[in-house]
């Protein structure tokens, strides 16, 4: 680069627009008009001259090695480009990966304090076994071989004695797509558990009813009206990928409307931010519906085409005869009484303000992307029909599956087909799933403790992994419980790359790598097209792009850290070392039989297999799909899937068909095979084994969706079948905190966000971040305040049914008067008081 004007060093180079270009190099634009790359040329990500800010006033570079990997900060998986000092073979900092589809180089703070987390002085490096009593604290450094051998021998005679019930696996943060569920699955284990049953499953029961897919996928940047309940999805789990595109709507002139009781970051960009009494909010979603139906502003031809409502008259309305022109009429009728003055009672916003909204969201079309996550579903009873009558706002316009409409998640996912598909195991574990919840959306595993005591439940092997419901759990004592109790739970494992709380009660500590050191493939909705992003341990392709061979990431991680998958991997293995339990031939390598799988091989053959464009667009350079992943990090599959529920079923796949009164067709002929295994919904087959395979819609045999029907269910026959014939339409439950429900003197209690750059557990210790948030004040508006003659900085008294807590107070108009916040994602303890760390309060358990 020598003739560069620019050029201020050996190596630093322009990075203006057109000095990048004449190079014949990427240019990865910033944010601002100035025409500067906001990131290196890709074609320089082997040799990179980065300013050295310690070396500071000397005018210093280090030459960098970028490697991307994904965030694991939270749920959206965006990429990150570590930063490699050539000469020490260290991290220097994380930022953003311009080439990945779903986060376009940006990042929330969480993802660069990647690096507080790998540094934290506090966390695990070795392998630890409990020498004293679980709960006491004292450990012993042991070998990964004797941890191993240790849970593989417990794991294998629990399988040999038909007890697979007896080994579970709870996860906080799965961070990955299916890939330990499919190992459990192919040890016959039904023990993968999320804490799905806390956090989200009410607001997903909702989405499922209605298209046989639990979550939605809003298509921000392209709607003309976004539409949020409980805000803490855009401040939260798809923070940054999802806020990015509602800036850009903004942009080009979208409106936002938030529902959230408390002024989250979200509501601060609203145009319209509705501060509701909790639980609430289904019935202004069905004021609105009210509205869009009977001033005619709905959508009768994508509701004629796709809602299941002829089956809706038979069953509810056999005074009427099922047409269409009927149905208009039942519609106007279920929803009378869900008036504007109806919901401001219920909601405490005034009923002008509710209709200015409806007349917003009526303005929408099918550009109306809306979302639900997840406090107003999770916080309340009856809490499933928000999400339910909030995805009737976009049934209703047709809104669903269009350009800057909403999808279900399903469609904007890929998940690539790995090398070996475990079959579901046949043993349902009751202690996961009891049968008398047939509703429950998931597994619940937050009623653990109770039902092993309810049924006298033992485990004998138990995985906790970035899970901690001892402190996140409300009823974390009973954890306690549960786990000291030797009786109960045989082995705690728990698999976590920082201590926690849980991690107490474990007899088996094994330390787990970050973001940054270890292998995960993802793929997760933040528009309407696809795309997967591949985890990996940046130093090991860091060293493999210097010629080295890495076979164990153990060998570049800090201390003995491993990765999940190779852990999972050879624990498979040395459960079956012979091969007799079934187990081993799916972690055994196909190149080399007799070998264990390595995780090159089952991520190269899912690339070179399984991703539709992927080959084609790694040779183009020369690289291998594996190679290419390990360069770029991410892969767009398709940047628009279109309206899935539109394609017309082949004429090959009907056959011996079979069809009902409504037009849901079923064939004989086997599913076409797809290398895309993203969870989706299963409806039953017909009394004679045939597979739903579409819907006639006007004649033609249409895709459609999984639901019962193949139409959007606005009627739930699931629902209706098993016995809730009233909840089977949306509807409005009003809430256990609903304004009526309230005692003069009580307020509610906000507990279900979170700050938005903290991470539960993992975060700790992370400097950057305690930085930005390190406090946890109690929420309380200044009519309140002045009510109870509070200041800010106060303490304040919180009493519920279940305890008390004292905390101080922010006076603050961001919330609703008589409502109370105080966020869960802070605020930490710890049973003895060596080590004060930051944020973790030493307190004693016997006051
Ligand atoms: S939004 Fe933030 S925490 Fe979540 S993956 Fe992206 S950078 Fe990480």
New binding site residues.
Partial sequence: MSGDKNERGPGRISTRQSDVEARGETFFPGPSDAGLAAFPPKERWDDWADPDSKAWPRRKDRRCMLVPTT?F??????GLLAYIDKDTMEIQKFEGNPVHPG?RGR??A??PATLNQIRDPDRILHPLRRTGKRGEGQWERISWDEALDLAAARIRQAIQEKRQGEVMYHVGRPGEDGFTERLLAAWGVDGHNSHTNICSSSARAGYQFWMGIDRPSPDHANADVIFLVSAHLETGH????HAQRIVEAKQRGAKVIVLDTRLSNTATHADYWLATQPGSEAAIHLAIANHLVTSGQWNTEFVRRWWNWEEYLVEERPDLEPTFENFERALKELYAEYTFEFAAAESGIDAATLREVADVVAGAGTRFASHNWRSAASGNEGGWQVSRTLFLLNALLGAVATPGGTYPNAWNKFVGKPIRLPRHPEHWNELSWPAEFPLAMNEMSFLLPHLMKERNGTIDTYFTRVYNPVWTNPDGFSWIEMLTDEKKVGLHIAMTPTWNETAYFADLILPMGHASERHDIHSYETSAGQWIGFRQPVLRAARERQGETVTDTRDVNPGEVWEENEFWLELSWRIDPDGSLGIREFVESEKNPGTRLGVDEYYAYIFDHSIPGLPEKAAEENLTPLQYMRRYGSFQVSADVGSPHEGEVPAAELDDVAEDRYGRVYTRAPKPPSNNVAPTGAPDPDADGRRPAGVRVDGNVLRGFPTPSGRLEFWSSTLARWGWRKEAVPMYLPSHVAIPAMAPDEKVLISTFRVPVQIHTRSANSKWLDEIAHTNPLWIHPKDAAADGLETGDPVRIETEIGHYVVKAWVTEGIRPGVVACSHHMGRWKLDDNGQRQLMATVSLDH
């Fill in positions: 965030c900060n939270c749920e959206s998986a965006c986060s990042n929330c969480k993802g798809y923070f940054n990928p």
